[in-house]
């Protein structure tokens, strides 16, 4: 079996970076681009404004969106397919810090120490299957899914389950890179004429499509080297 990325050590001080990095730690270079800092972050403040009562992100890695969803929720509900990501969030939660072994070049690294922020709320997580969710989830006032899709073997079976899950009047919120790849999804399973189209088609008849923006983040792999990417974010309304 070939071996799940996210369960490493590397993806996991890589995810810790992105998620909770400052600014200086995760690129160091004035001129580059800083306007791809704090997505997970950034991302959620597109659910409208108000408290609620139930939030669920899906795929959380871990966790950053969780936390900062929780600020405006009672309760939320992070999952994940990668026990060690999903291990990673709940243990910055309780620490309020994690070190993240940040890859420089080669073989050297520096141990760099990454913070919670401040004034969060609870958030809970569990290890879970996006295509097979426990039927028990309940539904949600929030769903937030990033760059989630084209991680799955099967996404339509994901969009599929996302009426049950969101409750009527409730939001979702979906990003994604459009990276489809055949080591996570098999061609058939790409969306023929592009990702918006095929969202539209899924989701049109449950959910209101409220908006939909272009959202840039960065992923440092090394000191010099970094994943620049633009996310399509789409924001829908469940009728
Ligand atoms: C590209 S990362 C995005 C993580 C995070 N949402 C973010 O925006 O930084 C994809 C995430 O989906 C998770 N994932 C992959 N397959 C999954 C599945 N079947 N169910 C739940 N999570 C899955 C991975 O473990 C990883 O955390």
Not at 50 to 59: E, H, I, P, T, Y
């Amino acid at each position: 079996m070939t071996e799940n990325i996210y369960e490493t050590e590397k993806l996991v001080s890589e995810y810790l970076l992105f998620h909770y990095g400052t600014a200086e730690q995760v690129l160091g270079w004035e001129e580059g681009p800083v306007s791809a800092l704090g997505f997970p972050e950034r991302i959620v403040k597109r659910f409208s404004e108000g408290r609620v009562a139930r939030a669920l992100d899906l795929g959380c890695a871990v966790g950053r969106s969780s936390w900062e969803m929780s600020r405006d929720a009672d309760e939320v509900l992070g999952i994940d397919f990668s026990q060690a990501f999903v291990d990673a969030a709940e243990e910055i939660g309780r620490a309020g810090k994690a070190t993240a072994r940040r890859l420089e070049e080669a073989a050297l690294a520096t141990e760099v120490e990454v913070s919670l922020p401040e004034g969060v709320g609870e958030a809970v997580f569990e290890q879970g299957d996006a295509m097979n969710l426990r039927d028990d989830l309940g539904d949600f006032d929030r769903v937030l899914a990033a760059n989630l899709l084209c991680r799955l073997g099967d996404p339509g079976k994901l969009l599929e389950r996302l009426p049950d899950l969101v409750k009527s009047g409730g939001e979702l919120v979906l990003t994604t890179p459009c990276t489809w790849l055949e080591e996570f999804t098999p061609p058939e399973n790409w969306p023929e004429a592009g990702t918006l189209e095929w969202l539209k088609g899924e989701l049109g008849g449950d959910f209101e499509l409220l908006e939909q923006h272009d959202e840039p983040f960065l992923i440092r792999e090394t000191a010099r080297k970094f994943q620049w990417t633009v996310a399509l974010l789409t924001k829908w309304r469940r009728r």
